[in-house]
């Protein structure tokens, strides 16, 4: 399967720059996932598509202030930091600037209490680093980090809470979950009072869930993994909705994929709680075990998040979807529109 097949002409301005200020003012296209059919909607509008007995499945991750910026220790040389995975042991996968000039062993300084030691190399830019610090790490990261936009988005978010979903909770990602981006707690309320069961799973996300595609075949990319937790009041929730024949709707392709991973691991029987490391990589021929539908952004062209849709409601139907949406000016990426395929 070639990557090229998933790719599309995307205007730059349809890049979303700056979040809505209603979270659910954004617009909403429906694509039924069996015949391609698209409405347009506001997202609001989603409440009406709710049934009772569905379980909608939220990511509850919650970003930290991931990207740092410091100097080279032996040249005052500027550097930067983006915090990917917490290894352990005040060891961390990370992405560094200028990645040719912070090799193995370099020191970088963030402020006199906090500094880092590369350790190891890794292919695009990517290091294991070992902080040093003075005090406790996540409140010095709290005070001397940033939040980790996408790099297109050029201005400094005031309101850091914007980049996180209403109901975060478990501190470690390395980008917003941002499907969840467009649901306020009043939202929730309603769909929660027709009946609809809200779930909850954690999936740290990382460096796997956007780094693009350097090969020529779908099958050679190999997913960054992730961290994951499913807990068991969240598998009873889940069982008891396959059990009645409710729908399982999630929210992201985080939530998707964390849901998979369980159903795999699960090979046909009842899902039961589980945690660790997801490196899923759902594309065109994948036959979902779990998810029914999907609340979703809009990705990038050649994502391994347009091919993740792409296995949900086939290939053709959601490049005719994606070409309607830029006709339409829908807003694209983390603060961007919404899709529902259904």
């Known amino acids: 399967m070639n990557v090229e097949d998933y790719d599309f002409h995307l205007p730059e301005e349809l890049i979303a720059q700056t979040p809505l200020l209603d979270r659910s003012?954004?617009?909403?296209?429906?694509?039924?996932?069996?015949?391609?059919?698209?409405?347009?909607?506001?997202?609001?509008?989603?409440?009406?598509?709710?049934?009772?007995?569905?379980?909608?499945?939220?990511?509850?991750?919650?970003?930290?202030?991931?990207?740092?910026?410091?100097?080279?220790?032996?040249?005052?040389?500027?550097?930067?930091?983006?915090?990917?995975?917490?290894?352990?042991?005040?060891?961390?996968?990370?992405?560094?600037?200028?990645?040719?000039?912070?090799?193995?062993?370099?020191?970088i300084v963030f402020s006199e209490e906090l500094k880092a030691v590369i350790e190891e190399e890794a292919d695009m830019g990517g290091r294991t680093l070992r902080f040093i610090y003075t005090g406790i790490f996540q409140e010095i990261?709290?005070?001397?980090?940033?939040?980790?936009?996408?790099?297109?988005?050029?201005e400094t978010l005031d309101d850091r809470e914007r980049y996180q979903t209403v109901y975060a909770r478990h501190e470690g990602s390395a980008a917003a979950p941002t499907a969840g981006l467009h649901f306020t707690k009043e939202l929730l309320d309603q769909i929660a009072a027709k009946g609809v069961n809200i779930a909850y799973i954690t999936l740290h996300v990382g460096l796997g869930t956007f780094r693009p595609m350097s090969v020529e075949t779908v099958e050679e990319h190999v997913m960054h993994a992730e961290y994951y937790m499913l807990s068991q009041e969240t598998a009873d929730l889940l069982n008891e909705a396959r059990s009645r024949g409710g729908r399982i709707i999630a929210v992201g392709t985080t939530s998707c994929r964390t849901l998979e991973t369980a159903g795999r691991q699960a090979d046909g029987g009842p899902l039961t709680a589980s945690s660790g490391w997801t490196d899923i990589f759902i594309y065109p021929g994948y036959t979902f075990t779990v998810v029914n539908a999907l609340i979703t952004n809009f990705h990038l062209p050649k994502s391994t998040l347009v091919m993740l849709v792409s296995a949900l409601a086939g290939r053709e139907h959601i490049l005719a979807a994606?070409?309607?949406?830029?006709?339409?000016?829908?807003?694209?990426?983390?603060?961007?529109?919404?899709?529902?395929?259904?």
């Open 141 to 154: 990261l709290d005070r001397l980090g940033s939040m980790p936009l996408p790099p297109y988005i050029k």
């Open 322 to 342: 994606y070409e309607e949406a830029i006709k339409e000016n829908y807003r694209f990426f983390s603060f961007g529109d919404a899709m529902f395929i259904y």
């Open 25 to 107: 003012a954004s617009r909403l296209l429906m694509v039924n996932r069996e015949n391609g059919q698209t409405q347009h909607r506001h997202f609001t509008d989603i409440l009406e598509q709710f049934q009772p007995g569905d379980t909608l499945v939220l990511n509850d991750t919650r970003v930290i202030p991931a990207r740092l910026f410091g100097v080279k220790e032996d040249t005052g040389a500027k550097a930067e930091v983006l915090l990917l995975k917490n290894l352990g042991e005040d060891r961390w996968e990370a992405l560094v600037k200028p990645g040719k000039k912070l090799k193995s062993g370099a020191v």
